[in-house]
T-cell receptor, first 114, second 110 residues
Framework: EAGVAQSPRYKIIEKRQSVAFWCNPI?????LYWYQQILGQGPKLLIQ????????DSQLPKDRFSAERLKGVDSTLKIQPAKLEDSAVYLC????????????FGPGTRLTVT | KNEVEQSPQNLTAQEGEFITINCSYS?????LHWLQQHPGGGIVSLFM???GKKKHGRLIATINIQEKHSSLHITASHPRDSAVYIC????????????FGSGTQLTVLP
C-alpha cells in the first residue's frame, strides 16, 4: 500500500514570495491533515479536512495561508506571502475516517524562507 | 504551560543501555500516541495507548491515566534507535485533535 506522498521535499524561497505544497493521501482515507513543525517543536495542526470539507482550521493563519481539497483526494497548502517565521517542515497526514483513527504521515516538505 | 510535556529534551546513551522517555499531560485524553521521527521528517506511529502497557519488540509503552503520565522504554538500545520520539495526546472532547509534545532527541552511540 502506497503511503502519503508529498512534494516538493525541500523548498527555499525569499520572504514575500509565494509557495505551494502538494499532498496525496493514502487511497481511501477520508481525513487529511496539514501540520506545521517548527524546528525543535512538535507538529501543530493547521487544517483538517473530512473529504472536501474543512473540519478544523482554527490555527491556520488565514491572512497568508490557504488550503484546499477540491475533489476530496489530494490537497494543496499555499502560503502567500511567506514570512521568515514560516520556515518549518510542513507535514501532511491522512486517516481512514476522522480523528479516532490512526494517522499516517508523509515525509514532509522542509521550507526555508530567507 | 504546554498541555504535553516531554522529558528529557535530549538524551545520549551508549549502545545496549535501557532508555526511558517521559510524557506528562494536563488535559483529559481518549488516547496517547508515541511517534518516532527520523531525520528528513517522516513520522511513524509506534504505539497508541488508552490504558496499561504495550510491547513491541524492544519497545515498551506504559500509561498511568490517574497520574496523567506515560513512559516509553527502549531495551538494549541500538544506534538505529537514534531519532526524535514524540508523545501526542488525543483529547476526550468533541474535537479529538492530536496535541503534540516537543519531542525527545535520542542519540545512541556505538
Amino acid at each position: 500500500e502506497a503511503g502519503v506522498a508529498q512534494s516538493p521535499r525541500y523548498k527555499i524561497i525569499e520572504k514575500r514570495q509565494s509557495v505551494a505544497f502538494w499532498c496525496n493521501p493514502i487511497s481511501g482515507h477520508a481525513t487529511l491533515y496539514w501540520y506545521q513543525q517548527i524546528l525543535g517543536q512538535g507538529p501543530k495542526l493547521l487544517i483538517q479536512f473530512q473529504n472536501n470539507g474543512v473540519v478544523d482550521d482554527s490555527q491556520l493563519p488565514k491572512d497568508r495561508f490557504s488550503a484546499e481539497r477540491l475533489k476530496g483526494v489530494d490537497s494543496t497548502l499555499k502560503i502567500q506571502p511567506a514570512k521568515l517565521e514560516d520556515s518549518a517542515v510542513y507535514l501532511c497526514a491522512s486517516s481512514l475516517a476522522g480523528s479516532s483513527y490512526e494517522q499516517y504521515f508523509g515525509p514532509g516538505t522542509r521550507l526555508t524562507v530567507t | 504551560k504546554n498541555e504535553v510535556e516531554q522529558s528529557p529534551q535530549n538524551l545520549t546513551a551508549q549502545e545496549g543501555e535501557f532508555i526511558t522517555i517521559n510524557c506528562s499531560y494536563s488535559v483529559g485524553i481518549s488516547a496517547l500516541h508515541w511517534l518516532q521521527q527520523h531525520p528528513g521528517g517522516g513520522i511513524v506511529s509506534l504505539f497508541m495507548l488508552s490504558s496499561g502497557k504495550k510491547k513491541h519488540g524492544r519497545l515498551i509503552a506504559t500509561i498511568n491515566i490517574q497520574e496523567k503520565h506515560s513512559s516509553l522504554h527502549i531495551t538494549a538500545s541500538h544506534p538505529r534507535d537514534s531519532a526524535v520520539y514524540i508523545c501526542a495526546v488525543r483529547g476526550d472532547g468533541s474535537a479529538r485533535q492530536l496535541t503534540f509534545g516537543s519531542g525527545t532527541q535520542l542519540t545512541v552511540l556505538p
